[in-house]
């Protein structure tokens, strides 16, 4: 299968495969350089060594020929087309690509870091966007950001969807909607949501004062007070509660216990009464 070097670490390559996957190989490779996956052994060193030996403007044309005769896949597999952010007071941001997958996972506070850490163990890049998600409220509810560790009655999760392609916006948020629906019957708790709408300009404005462009957005409908950065320190809570468009979703009721009961309608059937002829007998 083709691929297409993505990233560098140590003495690994992340490629990118035509189907959307990512997978390490062992050796350097140059990044855009195209492949036959799985990569045949060569002692370690891709094929840096070569690719070293050209002038660097030669070493740049061959890149672009590389990804033009790879029929596009890599740009288009690789090209966001959207960021969804997810505050549930730790700030983490999702960068998505065609067919939903994420491309990355980034941590927009100090309290994420560690969440990020776990979900790039979990393998969340290659994910898709409602997996990724839905796994890390795994995460946070391990961690006790919500469920019954947390410290409010009910829980509060603030999302993000920022793309200029109106149809992945609208399946995104559909996908999201639908994981943060099935969250009380996980946690047995009340679970509040909000699902923003952003633009690239918005996220741009919080990027550059250190917030989730969902953060920015609730900024934005609170009329634009002085200091946009502290609603980086404001709770997901103080954000969402009581806003119009605001979902409270309550976990299923349990149904009660009927051990040793049975309904009116199933009682055991009486026997008959006995016949003359059995009477006689």
Not at 103 to 122: F, G, P, W, Y
Not at 194 to 207: G, H, I, L, V
Not at 219 to 224: F, I, R
Request: a neutral charge.
């Amino acid at each position: 299968m083709k691929a297409v070097a993505v990233e560098q670490k140590e003495n690994m390559t992340v490629v990118l495969l035509k189907n959307g996957t990512f997978q390490t190989v062992e050796g350097i490779y140059p990044i855009g350089q195209e492949m036959e996956y799985p990569v045949k052994a060569s002692g370690g060193k891709g094929n840096a060594d070569g690719f070293r030996r050209l002038r660097p403007w030669i070493a740049a044309a061959a890149a672009v020929v590389i990804l033009i005769t790879s029929g596009g896949y890599y740009v288009g597999y690789a090209r966001p087309v959207a960021y969804v952010s997810l505050d549930v007071n730790p700030s983490v941001e999702y960068t998505v690509g065609p067919k939903e997958t994420v491309l990355s996972m980034t941590a927009l506070n100090d309290d994420a870091q560690q969440i990020v850490e776990k979900m790039q163990s979990e393998g969340v890049r290659g994910m898709t966007i409602h997996d990724a998600v839905d796994k890390t409220l795994e995460v946070l509810q391990s961690q006790e950001y919500i469920g019954d560790g947390g410290n409010d009655e009910e829980d509060y999760v603030l999302v993000g969807v920022c793309s200029d392609d109106d149809a992945a916006k609208q399946k995104i948020e559909k996908n999201l909607a639908d994981v943060l629906e099935e969250v009380p019957q996980d946690t047995g708790r009340i679970v509040n949501y909000y699902m923003s709408d952003t633009t690239k300009r918005d996220r741009k404005a919080a990027r550059d004062v250190g917030i989730s462009h969902g953060r920015y957005d609730m900024y934005k409908k609170d009329g634009k007070p002085k200091g946009p950065e502290k609603y980086g320190k404001k709770s997901v809570k103080e954000l969402i509660d009581g806003k119009e468009g605001a979902v409270k979703r309550k976990p299923p009721r349990k149904k009660p216990k009927t051990e040793g009961k049975q309904p009116k309608d199933k009682q055991p059937d009486k026997k008959p009464p006995k016949s003359d002829v059995e009477k006689s007998s």
